[in-house]
Nanobody
Framework: VQLQASGGGLVQAGGSLRLSCAAS????????MGWYRQAPGKQRELVAS???????DYADSVKDRFTISRDNVKKTVYLQMNRLKPEDTAVYYC??????????????WGQGTQVTVSS
């Protein structure tokens, strides 16, 4: 099982970016999916999460600016980021709780994608 994230980049404050993360491999079912971020010198934090039924949760700092969604057919989770601020600068990681074809539910991580917001 692999998670492949994409969509990061450099954007000016107030701009938008859309991150994508596709799961692949021997997957029986994807349960929860989410996005985390880690800024230099800081701990990794949860940005947004979405359950298999579509329930979402957001960090207070991104509410009303970021939107998480998922396409269960494509096994992909998205993070639409609007009105970006310099403090959103971080490496963004996707994560998913996946039941593989053989084995127990396991958390998997993507490789991280850099988001840089200039002021």
């Amino acid at each position: 099982v692999q998670l492949q994230a994409s969509g990061g980049g450099l954007v000016q404050a107030g701009g938008s970016l859309r991150l994508s993360c596709a799961a692949s491999g021997s997957i029986r079912r994807i349960i929860d999916m989410g996005w985390y971020r880690q800024a230099p010198g800081k701990q990794r934090e949860l940005v947004a999460s979405i359950t298999s039924s579509g329930s979402t949760d957001y960090a207070d700092s991104v509410k009303d600016r970021f939107t998480i969604s998922r396409d269960n057919v494509k096994k992909t989770v998205y993070l639409q980021m609007n009105r970006l601020k310099p403090e959103d600068t971080a490496v963004y990681y996707c994560s998913a709780k996946i039941i593989p074809n053989y084995g127990s539910p396991t958390y998997y991580w993507g490789q991280g994608t850099q988001v840089t917001v200039s002021s």
